[in-house]
């Protein structure tokens, strides 16, 4: 399985980013599928979360500015991300599971300015 992430940038605070992450290859049925960043000089972080099923979680940190959604049809997830802030600057990675497996994109740039 390929994960192809897309939509990062370089935005002002308060505006707004969609990233989409893309499943290729041999896929039978996709698991969960989650979004994680990393900011310079710290740890991979959770982001958002969500199941086969549609069951979502996030960070506290993001709770109320970001959704994550996805479109089984088409195997791809999404991360609406709102009232952007510097501190959302990171490299942000999907992730997704299927049977037993995971799986992880090569990272898409956000940059929030002030």
């Known amino acids: 399985v390929q994960l192809q992430a897309s939509g990062g940038g370089s935005v002002q605070a308060g505006g707004s980013l969609r990233l989409s992450c893309a499943a290729s290859g041999r896929i039978w049925s996709i698991d969960a599928m989650a979004w994680y960043r990393q900011a310079p000089g710290k740890q991979r972080e959770l982001v958002a979360v969500?199941?086969?099923?549609?069951?979502?979680n996030y960070a506290d940190s993001v709770k109320g500015r970001f959704t994550i959604s996805r479109d089984n049809a088409k195997n791809t997830v999404y991360l609406q991300m709102n009232s952007l802030k510097p501190e959302d600057t990171a490299v942000y990675y999907c992730r997704a599971d299927q049977r037993g497996s995971t799986y992880w994109g090569q990272g898409t740039q956000v940059t929030v300015s002030s």
């Open positions: 969500i199941t086969s099923g549609g069951t979502t």
